[in-house]
């Protein structure tokens, strides 16, 4: 098992994680294209974010990066701070997806 990839445990079918990586980011949540089958990232990935984020959606978790860009950069275009914030929010929790191991969750064929 690579970090870029799922084997299948159904199908044997290799699953780039870099291709679905908007489903990994939006819904954790990734689908093999053979079988059907349904992977989901671990439980502590959703603790760690819904932490990160006080329980209330990305949107804080953007607002304590965009805070931390402006004591750091001193950024005085709004757009620039938000804009690169929303970037790196979605970099960091990529990047942690990548490592965090899928779990099967739903295969056609157990049903």
Do not use: Q
Not at 5 to 21: A, F, M, Q
């Amino acid at each position: 098992m690579s970090l870029l990839t799922k084997e299948c445990e159904v199908c044997g079918t290799k699953i780039s994680k870099i291709k679905n990586w908007y489903r990994l980011v939006f819904t954790n949540e990734i689908k093999c294209s053979n079988c059907g089958g349904k992977y989901n990232l671990s439980k502590w990935f959703d603790w760690v974010f819904d932490l990160f984020n006080l329980g209330h959606g990305f949107f804080i978790g953007i607002g304590i990066i965009a805070l931390i860009l402006y004591l750091i950069t001193n950024i005085e275009k709004a757009w620039i701070l938000w804009s690169s914030s929303i970037i790196i929010y979605i970099l960091i929790k990529f990047l942690i997806a990548l490592v965090t191991p899928l779990k099967l969750i739903e295969s056609k064929k157990e049903l």
